[in-house]
């Protein structure tokens, strides 16, 4: 795992976002992801929320999405 990376989204529309260099997988669930950063906690807030992959370093997070919180 690389350290002292910044997290890096990729959000296109409403309905899907791209997250590289993420840290851990804290709090799940359809209204709520919440990712462990090297720097900070990212909150994504919204409906129907999934995680469509993730590996080590990236992961694709669809539904639709409200708010992005750092």
């Known amino acids: 795992m690389l350290r002292n990376k910044e ?6 529309g409403t309905r899907e976002i791209f997250i590289e260099n993420y ?3 804290g709090d799940f669930t359809d209204g709520k992801i919440i990712l462990h950063c090297f720097r900070c906690d990212l909150v994504i807030e919204g409906k ?3 995680i469509e992959y993730f ?12 708010s992005i919180r750092f």
Do not use: F, Y
């Open 55 to 66: 590996t080590d370093m990236d992961m694709k997070i669809t539904g639709c999405i409200q």
């Open 48 to 50: 129907g929320l999934v």
């Open 23 to 25: 840290g851990s997988l």
């Open 7 to 12: 997290v890096v989204c990729t959000v296109n």
